[in-house]
Each structure stands twice: as C-alpha cells, then as structure tokens.
Nanobody
Framework: QLVESGGGLVQAGGSLRVSCAAS????????MGWFRQTPGKEREFVAS????????YYTDSTQGRFTISRDNAKATVYLQMNSLTSEDTGVYYC?????????????????WGQGTQVTVSS
C-alpha cells in the first residue's frame, strides 16, 4: 500500500515536499517513482529512484528543480519540488515497481498510491 501526503497550495516560485509511505512488502526491493496528472491529460512520469537510492531519473521539465529521495528504514519516498510553476499543478501519484524502475513506459508500475493534489498559484 502506498499513501501520499504533503500536497497543498503553494505560490509560484515556492517549494513543496510530498511524501509516500509504503507498507505491506519489503520496501528495498522496489524502485519508486512519482507521476502527475492534470484533468484531460494522461498521467506523466516525473521522477524515479532505484532501490538503493543512488540512481535517479527525471523528466526534462523537472530536472534541476525536483529531487527524489528515499529512506528505506522508514519505507518512504520523497519528492522535493522547488521553483514551482503553474505547469507543475496536478495530482501527484507515488508508484512502485518490484525489482525495477517506474518509467514513462507502459507496464512499468506494479502499485499506485491514491494521489495528492499540488496546486501552484501564479
């Protein structure tokens, strides 16, 4: 089970950190990721991190502004978001893939969270 938290309303240029707490399985066997979705659009990949933490991936629009990290002892993955713009508004979903990495490709996610809303006001 994946449970996101930390979403909310923030002004453009501000920062926000969302978290995802995992339960029900050996967390360090899962690559973790974040996706986001806005009304009328497909869910898009934001970032991912492998099981041990040193390897991360970002989409071009978030590279340099967002940082994904994980704490295996707490079974939690984080997404630190800086320099937010209105384009970052959406529902942010946590994702997990057993012994792999969630990516933009189809079929690369085994579990999804319920999502947390992030709204950036301009």
């Amino acid at each position: 089970q994946l449970v996101e938290s930390g979403g909310g309303l923030v002004q453009a240029g501000g920062s926000l950190r969302v978290s995802c707490a995992a339960s029900g399985g050996p967390f360090n066997n899962y690559g973790m990721g974040w996706f986001r979705q806005t009304p009328g659009k497909e869910r898009e990949f934001v970032a991912s991190i492998n099981w041990s933490g040193p390897t991360t991936y970002y989409t071009d629009s978030t590279q340099g502004r967002f940082t994904i990290s994980r704490d295996n002892a707490k079974a939690t993955v984080y997404l630190q978001m800086n320099s937010l713009t209105s384009e970052d508004t959406g529902v942010y979903y946590c994702a997990a893939r057993f012994r792999g990495l969630p990516t933009a490709g189809k079929g690369t996610v085994d579990y999804w969270g319920q999502g947390t809303q992030v709204t950036v006001s301009s």
